[in-house]
């Protein structure tokens, strides 16, 4: 069995400022496998960017476990930190300006945060990704000449220049309609296999969660249910789970409660085969955990 590329355990981040303090992150449990696609989604302020942060070793992580291809992101000196960022994680920040160099054109910008290698090394890498994302023939067009799509698509190039074992992509499809951002996301999964890298995207489009192996709903800074699509009878359809966390709490989607009126404390005892048996469910209204 392989180790997972991403493995965050008990993950805790807090915002300090002189007044108060904002918890981010909860206690976030997270796994993610060698050539994974997994896509967050929760609502606006749920913790999904600082996540996408502290994956890319831009944010410590106040408490808890976080390793990231075998780097231990709680214990990395700020010059390994930024090693890491260029080796190992690639990133696509929201608004896909924002990723490139726009004096630059589609190609320099793909070669600008190459490693040191051999010229013809890296220009080979270079066009192979352009061809890959479907604008080769634009590697002479600086950003402002770009369509969204084709800047998102430069982006996604950049982001893989170094063939990183993990490609981090907040809200890619954002700036897009939804035909363009099909396209974007078959040539990104093409890529991703061709690469052997594995992704987590953060989004609100629904139409992107078709394009992952797993989708992971955060709620309150935590990771409270996990979608995986499955094939049956021919048709394609969504096995959601909720999940634990290690401190054997879980959270209900709204729906749920609201089907089961359970809205306000609910306690139910099971008894198991011997008197001295006894398990303990716990029930919060809907938005709270158990």
């Not at 987590?200 to 995986?228: L, P």
Request: aromatic share 4%; net charge negative; glycine share 8%.
């Amino acid at each position: 069995m392989t180790d997972p590329i991403i493995e965050c355990e008990g993950l805790v981040h807090i915002y300090r400022t002189a007044q108060l303090e904002v918890v981010a992150l909860q206690g976030l449990d997270l796994r993610v496998e060698p050539g994974e696609v997994v896509a967050i989604v929760g609502r606006s302020g749920s913790g999904k960017t600082t996540l996408m942060n502290v994956i890319a070793a831009v944010e410590e992580p106040t408490a808890g476990r976080a390793l990231v291809g075998g780097h231990d992101l709680t214990r990395m000196s700020e010059r390994e930190r930024n090693r890491f960022r260029q080796q190992v994680v690639g990133y696509v920040v929201q608004h896909s300006q924002a990723n490139l160099a726009p004096d630059l054109n589609a190609l320099e910008n793909v070669l600008l945060p190459m490693t040191p290698r051999p010229v013809a090394e890296s220009r080979e890498r270079a066009a192979f990704l352009l061809e890959t994302m479907g604008i080769d023939e634009l590697a002479a067009s600086h950003p402002g000449e770009l369509s969204g799509g084709e800047a998102e698509r430069l982006a996604v190039a950049v982001a893989m220049a170094n063939q990183p074992q993990v490609l981090l992509a907040d809200e890619p499809t954002a700036e897009l309609d939804r035909a363009t951002a099909d396209h974007v996301l078959r040539d990104l999964r093409q890529l991703l296999r061709e690469s052997g890298s594995a992704a987590v995207i953060v989004t609100h489009d629904a139409s992107v969660e078709r394009h992952a192996d797993r989708v992971i709903q955060i709620r309150d800074g935590r990771t409270s249910t996990e979608t995986r699509w499955l094939e049956q009878a021919g048709e394609v359809v969504a096995d959601e789970l909720l999940i634990m966390d290690r401190a054997g709490r879980i959270q209900l989607p709204r729906a749920y409660v609201e089907r089961l009126g359970a809205r306000g404390l609910i306690w139910r005892f099971l008894v198991g085969s011997t008197p001295n048996t006894k398990a303990r469910w716990r029930f919060l209204a809907a938005g709270s955990t158990s």
